[in-house]
Every structure is written in structure tokens, then in C-alpha cells.
């Protein structure tokens, strides 16, 4: 189990042996532009906190311990990475001294980024493993142990596999040109969220599929929801784009169906997978309809109150 406030602690209602923490290290670290400067996160213990936190976890019956922490999101320098291995064993050494406790692992949390922007440079993780392996053979000399090195990967794992195909259905021309598509923020709700920091790579196809060429315009790519950041792209450089062109949005294998909802009624989209050895292509997911939309809807009888309060 992996507590993130100090406050729930005690509200576990059955203590578990194994128990870990997640730290937030405040004005101590910088964050990044997408999950914002750690003193402005709900999420993790602070730094006065934490050897009381594990204090309690210990007389709560904990026996085995654990340190996590994130604190940034699609980040490509690994060298932030190595800043996050030194900060948490820094707290283990903090931790061990005060309560005598030895850690099992530590966990740096996810936030590898995807190289999606033009010349962007992948994140080098072999760099990361190299120098991380050199600082936890320094703790393991130093303390005669090593906890171990998690992280959790997801978006870094499935982000690029995924893409969002949508149909473009109008265009229109107002202070800006903007091109309209058949889905929306329910379908992929990050660029929504985080805007151009969250930039998507777009391929535009004909209506027979083929990559379109030709002279590039200045555009919006937005959806049909009445919010105005429901735009995949803003300001973007594409090939001329007209109604029945499909537009696919690239690394869009994380965030989407499970960030998906039912804003204005709009029913979620099929999902598809591609079998790249086969190049078979299988529906792994229905489209929604109607029925599943009114699926946990209570039918309630209609009652008419009469200005006596008597019910009919």
C-alpha cells in the first residue's frame, strides 16, 4: 500500500506489513511544466513529515518499508531522473537514521517522456540505468545494502502505440481557421488539459487514405464540445485539410478511453487493435450506443404533488 498523506495513517482499516510512502520534496525540486511545481501538488508527505509518517506506519504493525515519489510528467532529460534516485536516497538515509529502519525499494514514479515534437531527442534510458547503478553501488557500500529501483512506466510504455483516428467534418474560418472533427476531449481528453504542452503529432489522410501533400496552413484541429480547450491542436502547421479528410493524432495510446466520459451526452468511440505481424485489424472494444448511455439511468415512476401536498 502506498500512503500519500500522513493523515491516513491511521485510517487503514487493517495495517498491512508491507507498507510505502510517497514524498513530495516542495520547494526542493522544480517539477516540470505538465504536473507543475511540487509545492503547489496534493499529492506526497513533506519533508518534516515523513520520518513521522513512518514512525506511525511502524507502531501501526508496518515491518517492511518502501519510498516513492513523482514529480514530473513526459520528461526526456534523464539526467531528472538521476536527481530523483539521489533525492529519495537521501530520505532513506534520513529515515534509517532516525527510526532504524531499512528500506526494501525506492520508487522514482513514472513521468518518461515521448519524444513527440520535431528533432525531439528520445529519452535516453540506458544513461538513466548506468548512472543510477553507479549511486546505488555507492549506497550499497556505504550501508552494506541496497534497496531496489522501481519506476512505473505507463505512458512511456503505451503512449506511442496508440493512435486516435478522426473523420474532419466542417471547417470554419473566424479569427482563426479551424478544422472540426467528429471526436472530442471525451474521446482523448489531454490535449484538452494541458493544451500545446501536450503536443500530439497529426498525420492527415484523404478520404481514401493516402497522406496528403500540398501547401501547408496555419489551423486549430477542434471537436464539438462546449468548451473551448476542446481543441488536438492549436495553431498547427498542416497540409490543406477539407471536409472527409481524416486527421490521426499520434501517441495517443495513454489518456484516452480511460480518461474518457459522457460530457453532452457523446457516446464513446470502438476501439481497434492492429496486429502488426498480420496486419489484421480486430475490434478489442464496441462503440457505445444509446442503451449503455441509460444503462444505470433509475426509471422512477412521475409523481404529480397537487398544492395540498396530496400525491396522485
Known sequence: MNLDDI??????????????????????RSGNEIIGNPVESKYGVRRDQIVEAYRQARQRGAERFGLHTMICSNELNHDYFVETVLMLLEIVELVSKELGIKFEFINIGG???????????????????????????????????????????????????????????????????????????????????????????????????????????IVDVIGSMCENNDKFAIQRPLPRVVEGDLIVLQCAGAHGRAMGSNYNGRLRCQELLYFRETREIEMVRRPETIDDYFATFKNLKRRIIKPKGKEV
Open 7 to 28: 493523515t491516513m495513517i491511521p485510517k487503514v482499516p487493517e495495517f498491512p506489513k508491507l507498507i510505502c510512502i510517497r514524498y513530495n520534496p516542495g520547494k526542493r
Open 111 to 217: 513521468g518518461i517522456g515521448i519524444d513527440q515534437r520535431p528533432n525531439e531527442e528520445p529519452f535516453n534510458i540506458s544513461a538513466l540505468a548506468k548512472k543510477a547503478k553507479v549511486i546505488m553501488d555507492q549506497f550499497r557500500e556505504k550501508y552494506g545494502y541496497a534497496p531496489k529501483l522501481l519506476t512505473e512506466c505507463g505512458r512511456y510504455i503505451v503512449g506511442p502505440h496508440g493512435v486516435l483516428v478522426t473523420t474532419v467534418i466542417n471547417r470554419m474560418s473566424k479569427y482563426r481557421e479551424y478544422v472540426g472533427v467528429d471526436a472530442s476531449m471525451v474521446d482523448f481528453m489531454r490535449p484538452g488539459i494541458y493544451g500545446e504542452k501536450a503536443f500530439h503529432p497529426i498525420i492527415v489522410l484523404d478520404s481514401q487514405g493516402n497522406p496528403k501533400r500540398g501547401p501547408i496552413e
